[in-house]
Structures are given as C-alpha cells and as structure tokens.
C-alpha cells in the first residue's frame, strides 16, 4: 500500500484509521517505504527505527484507540531529542552509540497518545548551524532543489516533512532552527512561546532560548500537534504551568480586524530584494483579507545577532562540559591523563562549529570579558524584550520575512561563519524575547520557497496560527509540491 | 592572638550537608553509607537534555540556618554556575548561588574559654551542591562515586574577625550546635557533614591592611583546623620576621606532623565562569514564607538552657548538658510533657541513660527508649508504686523497648502502700517478736531495724518503706 502525505493531512489520515480504511501497520509500512524510495536523495535520517516502530503499530491496531487524532500517526524526531533505547546522538561524533535511559517528554507525550516515531533526523552538530551542513555523519538535501541547503539546524526534519516522507516531525529552535528550515522547504514551522513546550531530553545548546516545536506541511496540522506537546512538565521548571487552549480554535480563515505590525527593520539591508517582494505581497494579501497593516520600528534589532551569539554560545559552552568522555558516547584512546582524556575526546569528539561556540562562550564568560560581552548582552536582550512590548500594546501579530534569502547552495557559506550568523538576523530577537514565531510559506524565488514570519505574544499561539491559516487558505500554497513528490 | 609583634585573622568558610529527603536537584535520596552510585539517576550522572529541579525543602533548611544566626533571608534567589571540570562534577558545574546569597550580615555569639563573649560576624550564607567522591584505587583505576553528588549544602562563610586558632575552634564548636539545633544536619565530623575551608594571614600590630592570606581547604575535623592555624600562625611569623613575603598559596594540613604542607601557589583567581543557571527559574521568598520556617525552626540551645533554668528549675550545669544535642534536649521536652518530673527527668537523661549510651556507644535516637516510656517510669517513681531500688530494674527494661508500667507488673515490681494490709503484716511481726517491743522501749534502736527486715521479707520487699516505716512506730507506741 503506498499512502502520499501530499494528498492526506493529519486530520485525513486520522479518519482513514479510525474508519479502518487502512490500520497502523499500513501506515507504518507505508512511511518507512517512503522514506526507503526519497532518503538516498534527500539524506533526511541518520537512522529509522523500523521494527520498533511496526511493532508499535501492532500494538494500536489491536487497542484500536484512536481517542488522539495523532494516534497511530507516523513522524520522525529530530536527533537531539532522547529516545529511550534508541540511538540518540545530536548529530555529533561525541555522542556516537549513545542510548538514552530516558524519553524526552515530548516523546514521551508523542508515544502516550499512540504517534509512532519512525525515526531519527539529520541535523547540524548540536544544533548548531542554519544548513545541517555541520552534522558528523552526512548533508540533508533541500526537498525543493537538492542542490541547496534544507536550511538548519532542523534541516532533517524539515526535508523530510516538505519530501513528503512523514507527515510531521518535531525540531528543535535556539536561533531560529525551526522557522528558517521550514522557510527553506516551503512548510510550515512553529518555535512555541519559551516554556510552552518542556525540554527535558532535549540536548541543551542554550537553555533560555531552546524551544521544542512541529513540522507540519500545513498550519492545521501544526497546531493538532503542538495541541499534544504543549504543556507544563514538573521535570522542566522553565516550562509553563499555563493551561494550554485549543491551539485550531482561531482557524476560521478570518483575519478582519487583526492588528498587523511590519518592522522596516525586517526590511533593511541584507534582505534578499525579492524576498522582500514576495513577503510584502503575501502581508499585501492579509490586508486585503481586512487585516489593518502598520508600519512599526524594533529598533534594537541590529544588535540581536552580537547578543544572541554571546548568550547563546555561553550557556552551550556550559552545557556542552559534561561530555568529557567519562561516562557515555565518545572517548578518546590512548590518553595520558585525566587532562589529557578531556582535551582528547572533546578535540577529536566536537566539530569545528561546536568548537568555535565553545570558545566564544567561554571566553565571553570569564573573568575580564563578563561585564563586556555576557552582561552587555543580557542588556540588550532586555531591551530587545521592551521593543516587543511596545509594538505588542497595539498589535496582534508581527509579521516578516523568516530568513533575509532563500536556500543557498550546499557548501556555499559553511566556510563562512559570519555570513551564516547573519541569516539569522530575523528569527533570533524572537527567541531572545521568548516570543511565539511561525513560518508558512509565501511564495516562490527561483524556485525556491519563501518564509512569511509571523510572531505573537507571548503564550498566544492561537492568533499566529489564526494569521498564518488565514493566509495559506486564501493563497493555496501548499499544494505546490516539490519534483520529489512524484515518488510516491 | 598575638604571635610576637602580629597579630592573626581568621576566616571560615564552613560548609554543612543538609539532610533533606532528596538531592538539591534531583529526586535521587541522600543517604550516606550506601553502595557506590545506588542513590543516583541520570541528572546526577549529568546525561544529555536532562533538566535539574529546585528541592523546595533544601532552600527552607537554607533559611533555618540563615534565620538561626541572625542572617538576612534574601527576598530574591536565583542559581548560578560555576564551571569546572572533574569526574566528580558530572555537569561540569556545580549549582551555587554566587550573586545572590539565601542569607546575609550574620553573627554567631561565640563564648571563649574565658567566659566572654565575641561576636563573629556572618558575612554570607549560600545553598550549593556538593560534588561525587573521586577514589584512587590501588588497582590503577580511579572510581567515582556520585551518591554525594548533588546534596544539598549550606555555606557559611564568615567575616575575617577570628582572631587566634582557639577562637576558631570555639566558633566551629558553637556554629555546629547552632547548626544542630535548627534540625537540618547532623552535622557528623566522621561522615564529612561538616568542612571548613580556612584562610589565615598575620600583619604587624597596628597594621591597616591585612597579610596575605594562606588558604586551605576541605578540613574535617575542628582539632585539625586548630592545629593548621596554629601551624600556620607559627610558620608566617617566621617567615616575617626573617624578611621573607607570604605568597598566597593553598596549603594543605598534615595530621601526622602537625604541619601544613604547600599545595599550590595561587597566580590568579580561578575562573570559574560564574553565569545564572538558565534552567532554572529564580525564586522570590516573600515574609510568610520566611515566617512559616521560622515558625518550624526548633529553639536554640540558649533559649532551651534559659528555660530549664527559669521554667522548671534545673541547674544551668545540667541545663547545659541536656543541650548539647538537638536529640537530647528534644527528648527531655517530651519527656517533661508526657508528665515527668522535670529534675528526675534531668538526672535519668544525664546520668543512667548517658551512661547507656556511653557502654553501648550509640545515639540517643538509637536506642529504644521513648520519652513516654521514661516519663511512665518517672511517674511510677514519684506516685510510690514503685521503689527507686525497683526502679533499676524497669530502668533496664524501657531501655530493652518495654513499657514501665505493665513491665513493672508482670514482674510483681509493685509498692504496696495500702494501709489496711501494711496494718496486717505489722501487727504479726509485732505479736511474733515481743523481745523487740522490749528492746525498743529500752531504747535499742536497732531494734526497728530487725523489724522492718521482717516486714520486707513478709511483704516480699514490696512494702513502701516510708509508710511502713510511719506505721511501725505509731503501732509501737500502741504497745
């Protein structure tokens, strides 16, 4: 049996289980196939799970509980989510053969509810990058044109979501590594509202501004999802205790009224002419819908980039200590010395990336760089937070583009940091303020898919999805499919 | 203390493992004593995505502390990390709170040997992990143990205002019974529950600035930290007056020849990249808060000896005694409520059962008495049903777990001060021993003696002597 994900979303697959006209197993069956036929050009999985998943799937069809719509439903994990008993590696050599005792709530709310994870996706090393291009183990191909990045580090996911190969995938986001990816493949992307979604067994890069989130080629979809992860964990006390509302119930397609913000800032050098073009057209299309559109001013978003990178590379310079060698995953042979074991296994355990932020963090961190660079940059979160606020006590949503170009071409920037952390100018201020951000798609360039950003307040999900579902009816982009479609 | 033309300053950082019910962090148990890594989950071992949670009960004990010596309860904590690596620390940081302490500008009121009283400022108070155990085998290897890992611990770092090695040893005596009788440690020496980090610099008389400061580290025992300082004290003096220059350095103490040994020279301060812990959220300690603890927080030794003194009329030597642990005096309070006469209760505690626990070298909560049982013993005493001569033997057995009461029952170790019967037995002894009535009025008075052993034996030594004793003469001047 072969079943497109192109032609059936999750609420279409969910009936067709319920109503038995396929079971679990079929299902099943079906998406480790689809993965079988697109993976060697898409590279999209480090590894499937095929027999744990099959006999998960055995085990819904004889329970036949389909009480959640994602029950019995396939997709496929992000590598930096733990999966128990199941290889779980971050997408770096240090953590090569390492197997978690433990899920990963959200893996573990995934499971509860009867979704069946069929496997792990390629990503960049720790989450960080913007192309997967600096995972240990291989490159991931732009689902559009796999000449071209699938954008980063949730590159895997994202490809194998826009490939068609499952029908949802969860990421993750620091910087921006759900949004931009999803831009880059034409699908929609949710970074929640920090603390909406717990992270425990998610593989810290920086902890104040990872982010769980799902993939999913429509905006329906997105929130059915999100609908199961959010939540507050009592193992995550920087999750939310808020109750968590019916993240489809402002699906009505209606935006007449909604206050939309546009910062010029979101406009300003760097950002690809026709991008911008595409993203103006697409914010054109939702005031023509009865949307109000304003101008507005982040004034501090210029220096988001300098103060994400030190805050980020910080707390992962910390959060990165603990894999010495000495207890799991990697280690070093032929070492002298306890010293020598660390500086070893980490050396030939990390890659340059990894390296680089390792450095960056800890010297922003010591003793005479501290006032510098972590303080100053905690300063300017806070002020980037009162530019949020100030907009938001007019408006609903703001609303950008997601990333300044469309995906560039393998091997095109990874020699060049700079130019890789610049790209992410759009979508770190809303991970530094902890705000919800959505991408859908805007358009086409070249061939090649455009992000429309929306950003909410925070814990106000609802409204971006209600923005972002307004516009993907009324422009009817997801039906446009990549080549790889006609695999199935 | 003077040392020749110098004069010494102290400082102490003393750091107490708390003994809550689980890990500052995780809900692993603390619990000493067991096989390596059993108290353990995989945030202690520092697994990837695993996330640490704040244990509510470590920041109360924290504020006990804090509150019992007079320190400010910070309205705002938040954690902070400080980063290192070694096979004890699985995170690589330790959790601490170096920016915003739970306690500040405390004191403890020290006694000295000579009777007065110095007050040694508490600069700060912190809650902080406590790191796993490295051991080096014989083997080749080295074994971690983190069952340790992650206690939780109070550091309480004190303002240099110790003058001499016998001040500190008076200040770790009194701040471990201040710290006893907040109830969060036990605070056992052996067990490492209580360490000293020490720091020591002389300057000349009249000096404006202090000396350098010599630090050493992880002292377990207060005889050893008195040695070091005066060691230490000795050594700097020295090398003083021969014109040499104190490096700050960590030294290290070396109980065999009661000297401290060089570890390492100090260039510049560690950098351990303090930065607020991103997992966690702070956390605000609002006045009920702080209230409801001190409402929970056990009375002080002092106030404990004041009352025994002024309430129930015990002497301060005693009063003294019955303080010298929390168990102790804990136990004498219940047993003065369950209704013991408060100077019997004393005298049992510091005599009978001290010396109990002293043969059988336990604690007092080890052994099976209870302040109930005690207090029915006491009471058995006092009501005359029982003799104190009786009461040695059901003294042995509240100590084996049995209850006074139908102990001294079961076992015929009963008074009989009735008078009707005591009446009986006096008037057949009498009629059987005229030759005694004689002696008696002839003035023996070793005559009532013969008789009242005759009683005892007839009442099988269950007479009240007292009464018995009344009795015997009023019925003899009947004769």
């Keep these: 049996m072969t079943i497109n994900f192109f032609d059936n979303d999750l609420t279409s697959l969910h009936e067709k289980l319920v109503n038995k006209d396929i079971t679990t197993v079929d299902l099943t069956q079906a998406t480790i196939e689809n993965i079988e036929k697109t993976d060697n050009e898409l590279q999209a999985f480090l590894r499937t799970n095929s027999d744990e998943a099959l006999l998960q799937a055995k085990k819904i069809d004889e329970q036949q509980n389909f009480s959640n719509i994602l029950s019995g439903l396939p997709l496929a994990l992000k590598d930096n989510l733990a999966t128990n008993g199941i290889q779980t590696t971050g997408a770096s050599h240090i953590l090569e053969g390492f197997k978690p005792v433990y899920d990963a709530t959200v893996v573990d709310k995934l499971s509860t509810v009867g979704a069946i994870s069929v496997?792990?996706?390629?990503?960049?090393?720790?989450?960080m990058g913007g192309s997967t291009e600096t995972s240990y183990y291989k490159k991931t191909a732009n689902a559009w044109d796999h000449t071209k990045v699938p954008g980063g580090s949730s590159g895997g996911s994202a490809a194998a979501v826009a490939g068609g190969q499952v029908p949802f995938a969860l990421g993750s986001d620091t910087g921006g590594s759900i949004r931009q990816p999803a831009a880059f493949n034409g699908i929609v992307g949710l970074k929640p509202t920090y603390g909406r979604v717990s992270r425990w067994g998610l593989f810290a890069m920086a902890s104040s501004l990872d982010q769980v989130g799902p993939f999913t080629r429509t905006v329906k979809d997105n929130?059915?999802?999100?609908?199961?992860?959010?939540?507050?964990d009592a193992k995550d006390s920087t999750s939310s205790n808020r109750d968590v509302p019916d993240f489809t119930s402002k699906l009505t397609g209606d935006v007449k009224g909604l206050k939309i913000a546009v910062p010029k800032e979101y406009f300003g050098e760097g950002i690809d002419p026709k991008v911008a073009t595409t993203v103006k057209a697409a914010i054109a299309q939702l005031e023509a819908m009865g949307a109000t559109v304003d101008e507005v001013s982040l004034p501090h978003t210029k220096y988001g980039v300098a103060a994400y990178y030190i805050i980020m590379s910080s707390e992962a310079s910390s959060n990165l200590q603990r894999y010495d060698g000495v207890r799991y995953g990697f280690r070093a042979d032929n070492v002298k010395n306890l010293e020598d074991l660390y500086i070893k296994t980490r050396s030939e355990g990390f890659g340059d990336e990894v390296k680089r932020?390792?450095?960056?963090?800890?010297?922003?961190?010591s003793a005479g760089a501290y006032d510098a660079f972590f303080k100053k940059a905690a300063k300017i979160r806070t002020l980037l937070i009162e530019d949020f606020n100030k907009v938001f006590a007019n408006y609903d949503v703001i609303v950008g583009p997601t990333a300044p170009t469309v995906a560039y071409g393998l091997g095109e920037e990874i020699d060049d940091p700079t130019a890789m952390y610049l790209a992410d100018v759009l979508t770190i201020p809303v991970n530094l303020a902890g705000l919800p951000g959505l991408s859908v798609n805007a358009g086409f360039v070249d061939g090649l898919p455009v992000g429309l950003q929306i950003i909410g307040k925070p814990f106000d999900e609802a409204t971006v999805y209600q923005t972002g579902y307004a516009f993907e009816q009324a422009s009817r982009l997801f039906e446009q499919r990549p080549n790889i479609a006609k695999k199935y | 203390?003077?040392?020749?033309?110098?004069?010494?300053?102290?400082?102490l950082e003393v750091h107490v493992e708390m003994q809550t019910n689980s890990k500052l962090m995780s809900p692993s148990p603390v619990h000493y004593g067991d096989k390596p890594n059993e108290n353990t989950n995989v945030i202690d071992f520092g697994y990837p995505g695993v996330l640490p949670v704040a244990n509510k009960g470590a920041i109360e004990f924290g504020m006990r502390a804090a509150l019992a010596l007079h320190a400010t309860v910070s309205p705002f904590i938040r954690w902070d990390r400080k980063n290192y690596f070694y096979p004890d620390n699985p995170k690589a940081y330790q959790t601490t709170q170096s920016q915003t302490p739970l306690g500040t500008n405390g004191y403890l009121d020290v006694t000295l040997t000579d009777g007065t009283v110095k007050r040694v400022r508490i600069k700060e108070m912190h809650v902080e992990e406590d790191a796993?155990?490295?051991?080096?085998?014989?083997?080749?290897?080295?074994?971690?143990?983190l069952n340790r890992q992650g206690t939780p611990l109070i550091e309480i770092v004190s303002e240099p205002d110790i003058a001499s090695p016998e001040e500190a040893y008076a200040y770790l005596e009194q701040l471990r019974q201040a710290i006893l009788f907040t109830g969060i440690s036990e605070a056992k020496m052996q067990e490492g529950q209580m360490r000293a980090d020490v720091n020591i610099s002389i300057r000349p008389f009249g000096s404006s600035e202090y000396g350098t400061k010599v630090e050493m580290k992880n002292i377990n025992s207060f005889n050893y930290v008195r040695n070091a300082l005066i060691f230490e004290e000795k050594r700097q003096a020295e090398v003083l007056r021969s014109g040499g220059v104190i490096q700050q350095e960590t030294r290290r103490y070396?109980?065999?020849?009661k000297s401290t040994i060089l570890m390492r020279v100090k260039e510049g301060a560690d950098d351990?990249?303090?930065?607020?812990?991103?997992?966690?959220?702070?956390?605000?300690i609002d006045d009920a808060w702080i209230q409801k603890v001190a409402d929970e927080l056990p009375k002080s030794a002092g106030d404990r000896q004041r009352d025994y003194v002024s309430d129930l009329g015990i002497e301060a030597y005693d009063a003294e005694v019955l303080t010298q642990t929390l168990a102790m005096s804990d136990f004498y309070d219940a047993t003065v409520t369950a209704g013991a006469d408060a100077k019997r209760a004393a005298n049992y505690l510091i005599g009978d059962v001290n010396a109990f626990m002293n043969k059988h070298q336990i604690e007092l909560q080890d052994t099976q008495l209870t302040p109930v049982h005690l207090a029915g013993m006491i009471k058995l005493i006092e009501a005359g049903t029982i003799s104190t001569k009786q009461a040695k033997q059901v003294f042995e057995?509240?100590?084996?777990?049995?209850?006074?009461?139908?102990?001294?029952?079961?076992?015929?170790l009963v008074q009989i001060s009735d008078p009707a019967i005591l009446l009986g037995w006096i008037t057949e002894v009498l009629d059987n021993n005229p030759q005694s009535i004689e002696d008696f009025k002839g003035g023996k008075d070793r005559a009532t003696g013969y008789l009242i052993g005759q009683l005892m034996k007839m009442s099988k030594g269950q007479a009240n002597p007292g009464v018995m004793n009344n009795m015997l003469l009023e019925e003899l001047a009947k004769r």
């Design chain 2, 272 to 284: 351990y990249r303090y930065f607020p812990e991103p997992d966690l959220a702070p956390i605000t």
């Design chain 1, 357 to 365: 932020r390792i450095m960056l963090g800890t010297f922003s961190l």
């Design chain 2, 397 to 412: 057995a509240i100590m084996a777990g049995e209850e006074p009461e139908s102990f001294a029952k079961k076992n015929g």
């Design chain 2, 1 to 11: 203390m003077a040392t020749g033309n110098f004069e010494t300053t102290i400082g």
């Design chain 2, 132 to 145: 796993g155990k490295n051991t080096h085998g014989a083997d080749g290897y080295s074994y971690v143990d």
């Design chain 1, 119 to 127: 496997g792990k996706t390629n990503m960049d090393e720790f989450a």
């Design chain 2, 254 to 257: 070396n109980e065999p020849t």
């Design chain 1, 223 to 232: 929130a059915l999802v999100l609908n199961t992860i959010a939540g507050f």
